[in-house]
């Protein structure tokens, strides 16, 4: 399985970005997704994670109600709407997947996630 994230970028504090993760190859049609990043100097840290059904969806406290993840199945793509953008969440982002049952909900921890990609760079200026 491959993953290719796109859409990171240069925005305002306050501005909105939407990244793009296709999932291609293998087993990619039945996998659970989710989206991580890591900032300078820091570990890597979930952000959001949506079922291989696209019916359970999770995020991390400091972007729940901002971020939004979603996927298009026909398409093989994940998403990762992102608004009211600040500073503090300047970081590469990366996406990641793996395969599952229909409905089991994805685990936050990053050894769970067994495809990764590339990471995506979003800086928010203040």
């Known amino acids: 399985v491959q993953l290719q994230a796109s859409g990171g970028g240069l925005v305002q504090t306050g501005g909105s970005l939407r990244l793009s993760c296709a999932v291609s190859g293998g087993d990619s049609y039945r996998t659970a997704a989710a989206w991580f990043r890591q900032a300078p100097g820091k570990e890597r840290e979930f952000v959001a994670s949506?079922?291989?059904?696209?019916?359970?969806?999770d995020y991390a406290d400091s972007v729940k109600g901002r971020f939004t993840i979603s996927r298009n199945s026909a398409k093989n793509t994940v998403y990762l709407q992102m608004n009211s953008l600040k500073p503090e969440d300047t970081a590469d982002y990366y996406c990641?997947?793996?395969?599952?049952?229909?409905?089991?909900?994805?685990?936050?921890?990053?050894?769970?996630?067994?495809?990764w990609g590339q990471g995506t760079l979003v800086t928010v200026s203040s």
């Open positions: 949506i079922s291989r059904s696209g019916g359970t969806t």
């Open positions: 990641a997947a793996s395969p599952t049952i229909l409905t089991v909900t994805p685990k936050r921890n990053e050894n769970w996630w067994r495809y």
